[in-house]
Each structure stands twice: as C-alpha cells, then as structure tokens.
C-alpha cells in the first residue's frame, strides 16, 4: 500500500479540518495531501447530512494534493467516490498530457477516459459507487497501458496543477498500492477497508 485517504477513519470534520486542511496518509507511508479552497461547510467540506463523513468539492476550485507520490512502475486504485455534476477528473498522477502513470475518469466534451502511463483509452459512463483501476483494468473492463510514469504529484478532484477545471462530487475512501492487486485482493479491499466504510 502506497497511501490511504478516509475521512471518515480519520474522524475528520470541518472545525479539525479548517484548523488544519489534511487528508492523512492512513497507510502509515506519510504521504498526506493538503486541502486547498474548501469553505468547511456542507457543500464544499465534510458532510454530514448528506454523504456521512465524506469530502465534498464543490466544483469551483475544491482539490486535495499529494506532492510526495512515489514513482509508480505498476499500480492499483481502489476508491469510493459520488459525482455530483458534470466533472473533469476525479484523480490524477499527471504533471502533464500523456504523461504520469493514471489520469483515473477524466471527462471531457462528453467522454469518459482514463489514462494509463500516459496511453489514453475511451470508456462508457463512469460506475458511481466503488471503483477500482489497474494499468490494464478499470472496473473490469479492459485498458492500454502506456509507458510514461513521469510525475510526483497526486491530485483529488482536478487533473493537475494549473488547469482550471474541477469536479464537483464526494470521495469517502481513496486507496493506492504499487502492484497490480489480484481480483481476490481488490473484493478483499472492497469488503474489508472500503465498502462499509467503518
């Protein structure tokens, strides 16, 4: 495991949050990002009411930045995220186009892509509940791999730094490990650290 983002684990709300704007690192690995332009309200914070102990973006300029992300030959993503609107990309590990190891649910002109180590590849609509993306997987459905694992930066809510498009949606979990994990592996992360969310 490379790093694990729960708020809920955490015990993050908007009083702690506001004191100090970060997702921490549960793996252990202190690979921490830090929350920039949430207001700390329902809307564009942790919530409450509405997705119970979740970060909700508000689509405007809400993001969360890792900039410690170690090289990633090989990779697995394991998530649990709502959008809430259109959106642009709901994670990244890409300083540039075509380049970094995954671009995870970009959407852009009405397509859906994701990349892998810089390759591109057009999917239907997103899933909207649990996730998970290998090089050559993304829920199951097969990707191209590229080559291109360039970047140090893992961005939530937005693809890198200086673009001006974000999503608006809700992340509860966010898990990383730098190996491809087996089917058997990803439903025991499913079950055992994501799903219910305790």
């Given at each position: 495991?490379?790093l694990?983002y729960d708020l809920?684990?955490?015990?993050?709300t908007?009083?702690?949050?506001?004191s100090?704007?970060?997702?921490?690192d549960l793996?252990?690995?202190?690979?921490?990002a830090t929350c920039y332009n949430?207001?700390w309200t329902?809307?564009?914070?942790?919530?409450t009411?509405?997705?119970?102990?979740?970060?909700?973006?508000?689509?405007?300029d809400d993001?969360?930045?890792?900039?410690?992300?170690?090289?990633l030959d090989?990779?697995t993503?394991?998530?649990k995220?709502?959008f809430?609107?259109d959106f642009?990309c709901f994670a990244s590990?890409?300083d540039a186009?075509n380049?970094?190891a995954?671009?995870?649910e970009s959407?852009?002109?009405?397509?859906?892509m994701v990349?892998?180590?810089?390759?591109?590849?057009?999917?239907?609509?997103a899933?909207d509940?649990i996730?998970?993306?290998t090089?050559?997987?993304?829920?199951?459905?097969?990707?191209k791999?590229?080559?291109?694992n360039?970047g140090h930066n893992?961005?939530?809510?937005?693809?890198r730094n200086g673009d001006?498009?974000?999503?608006?949606g809700v992340?509860?979990?966010f898990?990383?490990?730098?190996r491809?994990?087996?089917?058997?592996?990803i439903e025991?992360v499913?079950?055992n650290?994501?799903?219910?969310?305790?």
């Open positions: 495991m490379v694990w809920k684990k955490q015990g993050a908007n009083e702690s949050m506001a100090n704007p970060t997702l921490r793996s252990g690995n202190g690979h921490d949430f207001a329902e809307e564009s914070g942790i919530s009411t509405n997705y119970t102990g979740a970060l909700v973006s508000d689509g405007v993001y969360a930045l890792c900039s410690t992300l170690p090289t090989d990779f993503i394991v998530a995220r709502k809430l609107n642009f590990a890409s186009i380049k970094g995954f671009v995870l959407f852009a002109s009405s397509q859906l990349y892998s180590f810089g390759t591109g590849n057009l999917l239907s609509m899933v509940a996730i998970y993306m090089p050559t997987s993304y829920n199951g459905t097969a990707i791999r590229g080559t291109n360039e893992l961005n939530l809510f937005r693809v001006s498009r974000y999503m608006e992340l509860y979990s898990i990383l490990f730098n491809t994990l087996t089917t058997e592996e025991w499913n079950k650290m994501v799903e219910d969310n305790d």
